[in-house]
């Protein structure tokens, strides 16, 4: 069986779990608080500790943030004090004509403020593939960035996905989303 593998970087990324069990964390609490340590590394100020905690713990609980069967969730967290930026991977079987699913998962068409800005885009695991960078208008008045990527690769589509009304935090972040999507590639999985 193939599935996903993204060989992310935890001093940048954490990896919401999929599941809760003795290797993540009992629960998504025990994930945060564990993680909110990790970033921290021993601080003593507590309630820092404490606050990133609960927000980890609200992030691995929302179920337009928590993993699904098809879906990785990556929280670009690389140390104290910064701004937590949700990144999705998903994955499905191929279907269709390959540059018109790649051009839907990357959103290079439809509503946008101004044209999308779409670059072809290849890594090493994954071959060729396409980069979007795309506003739309949310609520009338406000302006949603979102970067998102498609590839197809050894009967798999590929989606890579951010998006945040701060579109500064987006932009900042961009070379580490490279990173990710570099670190990403079909693999063979044991089947448990």
Not at 33 to 45: C, L
Not at 77 to 89: E, I
Not at 153 to 158: P, S
Request: net charge negative; proline share 5%; aromatic share 8%.
């Amino acid at each position: 069986m193939k599935g996903l593998d993204v060989d992310s970087d935890p001093s940048v990324w954490l990896a919401i779990p999929r599941e809760w069990t003795a290797n993540t964390g009992t629960d998504h609490r025990d994930w945060a608080r564990d993680a909110a340590e990790a970033v921290f590394h021993g601080a003593r100020d507590r309630r820092e500790v404490d606050v990133l905690a609960g927000l980890l713990a609200f992030l691995a609980e929302d179920p337009k943030i928590a993993p699904e069967q098809t879906q990785s969730a990556y929280l670009h967290l690389p140390g104290p004090g910064t701004d937590v930026l949700p990144v999705y991977v998903q994955f499905f079987d191929s279907e269709g004509a390959r540059d018109e699913a790649l051009r839907e998962m990357a959103e290079a068409d439809g509503d946008a403020v101004e044209p999308p800005i779409v670059e072809p885009v290849t890594t090493a695991r994954l071959g060729q593939g396409l980069r979007v960078l795309r506003y739309t208008l949310v609520d009338e008045d406000e302006l949603l960035l979102s970067l998102a990527y498609g590839f197809r690769h050894d009967g798999f589509d590929i989606r890579i996905r951010t998006f945040a009304l701060d579109h500064g935090r987006v932009l900042r972040v961009m070379d580490d989303i490279e990173d990710l999507v570099r670190a990403t590639s079909v693999v063979e999985q044991d089947e448990d």
